[in-house]
Structure formats: C-alpha cells, structure tokens
C-alpha cells in the first residue's frame, strides 16, 4: 500500500514538474520562466483616441515602448450659457503624441496574473493637446422691432492648449495570450499635462466679452493638469 501511494506521488510530481517546464521559456538572461515582455507591435485603442506602438524587452523585468496616438473629435450643441438665449457652439477637440515608456515587472516569480503586472514610468511629445470652440447665437437678436442677425451680432472664439512635454505615470498587464502570438495588453494612468494656455477672442457687438469670461475659464481650468489614460491594446509577438 505504502508502495502504491509513492509510486503514485512521484508519479504526480514527474507530471506536475513536466507540464512546469513545457509552459517555461528561456528568457534573454539565460534564466527559466514565463517572460512579462516580448518583442511585439501592435495597435492601441482608448481615452487617446487610437494608435500603434511597438515593444522592445531590455531584460526579464524591463520593457520599453515607442507609442503614438491620436483623438480627433469635433461636433456641435445649442447651450444658453447662463442667458435666455440659445447659442450655438462649434468645438474641437484634438491630442497627438508620441510617446516612450519603461515598464518595469515587480513580481518576477508570481503567478501568471501577476506575472503580466507592470508599473510604467515615461512621457510624451504632445504636437496637439487641447482644442477651441466657436460660440455664436443661434437666431436673430431683436433690438425692439430691429432684427440683427447672428453675424451682426458677432462670435467668440476660444482655444485651449497644453501641448508640450508630459510625463507619465501608470500600470497595466501585458503580454496576456489569447491566440498562438497574438495577445492582449491593459494601460490605466496619466499624463501631466499643467495648466493650460488660453485665448478669448470676439467680434462686433461681443467683443468686450473676452475680458469679462476669458479671466473666469483661465481659473475654471487652471486645475485640469491631469490627463487620464486608459488603452486597450492588441498586439502581436515577434
């Protein structure tokens, strides 16, 4: 009986140590696991619009990344804007980056779900980062029986600019397989962006109003210093 059972130990501990070593690489420093980073390229897609990026593992535990992104957005909405009347507003919204991070695996021999956790220090380029509005009335203006219309009446322009150089700060999981080389990466963090540059300009009869609001956005926005990112990104292993 004793017999039986080690035979029967040793031989789950043979296949348990089998299937350990089918699923270990070997890993650029010659040592045996399952690496966080592989060389890979791939597209992104989140809060910054969509993007590619490639990566280049330095080491076990250390990855780098080249990325680039881009959100265009541009639509329009009818707002009173404190008044009774309705105005028109045309915006803009534009960010485009490029970007490098380091990412750096503290749990070298956890288990695989740790194992694909890193923490990720970096910055960006932005060549755009902010956007502008064009407000103008949406119908004519009476002055007692006296038409004049939105044009007469003049428009306020308005542009909002962080673009510069940002630092980065985040985690995420990476190298997470979901078909032979192809697999799955998760980013959650932010930029630092600080506080932005602001323009107000107006026409005709609004064009004193800059000098009233433009002060009141500058203090509105003054605290928007940080720019969240969360990105899902699809890539491939090479």
């Given amino acids: 009986m004793k017999s039986s059972l080690l035979m029967l130990m040793t031989g789950c501990c043979m296949l348990v140590s089998t299937l350990t070593f089918a699923q270990q690489e070997w890993l650029p420093d010659g040592a045996v696991g399952q690496p966080a980073f592989k060389n890979s390229v791939g597209i992104t897609v989140g809060t910054q619009g969509i993007?590619?990026?490639?990566?280049?593992?330095l080491s076990t535990r250390f990855n780098l990344r080249l990325a680039t992104s881009l959100l265009p957005y541009e639509g329009d909405v009818?707002?009173?804007?404190?008044?009774?009347?309705?105005?028109?507003?045309?915006?803009k919204v534009e960010f485009m980056n490029l970007s490098a991070f380091l990412d750096w695996q503290p749990?070298?021999?956890?288990?695989?779900?740790?194992r694909k956790f890193a923490l990720t220090a970096g910055g960006a380029y932005f060549y755009k980062a902010g956007g502008s509005a064009k407000v103008m009335l949406k119908d004519d203006y009476y002055y007692g029986d006296i038409?004049?219309?939105?044009?007469e009446v003049g428009e306020i322009n308005t542009v909002v600019d962080w673009k510069g150089w940002a630092p980065y700060a985040g985690l995420g999981w990476h190298n997470i397989t979901i078909a032979d080389n192809f697999n799955l990466g998760l980013n959650l963090g932010a930029y630092y962006l600080g506080s932005p540059d602001i323009n107000m300009t107006a026409t005709n009869w609004l064009s004193s109003n800059p000098a009233v609001n433009e002060p009141i956005l500058r203090r509105n926005l003054k605290d928007y210093k940080w720019l969240p990112k969360f990105e899902i990104k699809f890539a491939y292993n090479y």
Avoid: L, R
């Fill in 51 to 57: 993007g590619a990026e490639v990566g280049i593992p």
């Fill in 107 to 114: 749990f070298p021999t956890a288990g695989s779900f740790f």
């Fill in 147 to 151: 038409p004049f219309t939105p044009e």
């Fill in 78 to 91: 009818v707002k009173k804007f404190n008044s009774t009347f309705d105005y028109n507003t045309d915006f």
